[in-house]
């Protein structure tokens, strides 16, 4: 029977769903993988779940000539973690969870975007210090999001259900910086460069995939491109911002403030960000709700039969 290890627990439906065809085996522990067991991996399973952290490196198939494994399943769109090159060369495919994630991620972004213009978390954690002293005109008064201007750095599938979102929930103008023009069905204006786009809206909202293309786009000049007003939300990858930039441009109150969801150096978050009452950090729940977990593992079983039955797979990448 074809064997499959799971990275971590998933969900119980999308567990039963891949029992009801294969040989599977659940890894109880929630953190990434080491590299002895990716290697094994590798070496005494025909395909792996794998999910984010667990970093499938061109150095960890050069260690295993002959895998066994044939199919890298991934739980997740994102698959910056794999070297999908190096894996189409030791004869390993790769596929992915795409769509499952989009609206879930969009819905995160907004709520970043709310809690850090409207300063909620600061708010919050003085009612649970006790320091509220009641309600005056003047109190934690932050930025009125309806009608202003966003900037979708990335207009794909995330970016555009953030954009929609904006556009028919807030009534905000879109603006929009991407390598092509978009066909779009909603009103938007593609910015002629990223420093452009940064300086003439009043969020910028990041959803580029992750990897080396995107390694720090968002760095010190697209800060400081930004206007005094403007609050930076991260839900794509980590890297993607120059985090000790970021840290600058927070303390020296060059924006407005931040939204994270996503780290450089996830899950360490450094003692200077969460020092800052401008910024709003939530530990990487973009896609956390049960069912769209269960939509994106339900993918990620699909794939593995498509695969396994010689069929085409859904996902692949």
Not at 39 to 67: H, I
Not at 70 to 87: E, K, P, Q, S
Not at 232 to 246: C, W
Not at 276 to 292: K, R, S, Y
Request: glycine letters at 10%; hydrophobic letters at 45%.
């Amino acid at each position: 029977m074809t064997r499959v290890f799971m990275s971590r627990p998933l969900p119980e439906r999308v567990q039963a769903a891949a029992r009801a065809r294969f040989d599977v085996t659940v890894r109880a522990e929630t953190g990434p993988l080491s590299r002895a067991e990716m290697l094994e991996s590798l070496r005494e399973y025909d395909a792996v779940v794998p999910t984010l952290g667990d970093l499938y490196d061109a150095s960890l198939f050069a260690d295993v000539p002959s895998p066994r494994c044939r199919l890298l399943a991934n739980f997740g769109v994102g698959y910056n973690h794999i070297d999908v090159d190096a894996a189409r060369a030791a004869g390993i495919a790769v596929s992915n969870t795409p769509g499952a994630v989009t609206d879930a991620t969009a819905d995160t972004a907004m709520t970043l975007m709310l809690m850090s213009a409207r300063r909620a978390g600061e708010g919050e954690r003085i009612v649970r210090a006790g320091a509220w002293e009641g309600w005056h005109p003047t109190q934690l008064l932050g930025m009125h999001l309806s009608g202003k201007t966003v900037g979708i750095v990335g207009m794909g599938r995330i970016g555009q259900a953030i954009a929609r979102r904006c556009h028919f929930g807030f009534g905000m103008t879109v603006a929009y910086h991407s390598r092509s023009e978009k066909q779009l069905d909603f009103p938007a204006t593609r910015a002629d460069s990223l420093l452009a786009l940064a300086g003439s809206v009043d969020v910028v909202v990041i959803a580029v995939p992750g990897g080396a293309e995107t390694n720090h786009l968002i760095n010190a000049d697209v800060l400081a491109a930004m206007q005094p007003h403007a609050h930076l939300i991260n839900i794509a990858r980590g890297n993607v911002v120059e985090e000790a930039a970021l840290i600058g441009a927070l303390e020296q109150g060059q924006i407005g403030g931040a939204g994270l969801d996503v780290y450089e150096f996830e899950p360490r978050v450094p003692d200077a960000l969460k020092a800052l009452e401008n910024v709003v950090l939530l530990p990487h729940i973009g896609t956390a709700a049960l069912e769209v977990r269960e939509d994106m593992g339900l993918m990620s079983v699909n794939n593995l039969v498509a695969f396994f039955d010689d069929q085409p797979l859904p996902n692949g990448v």
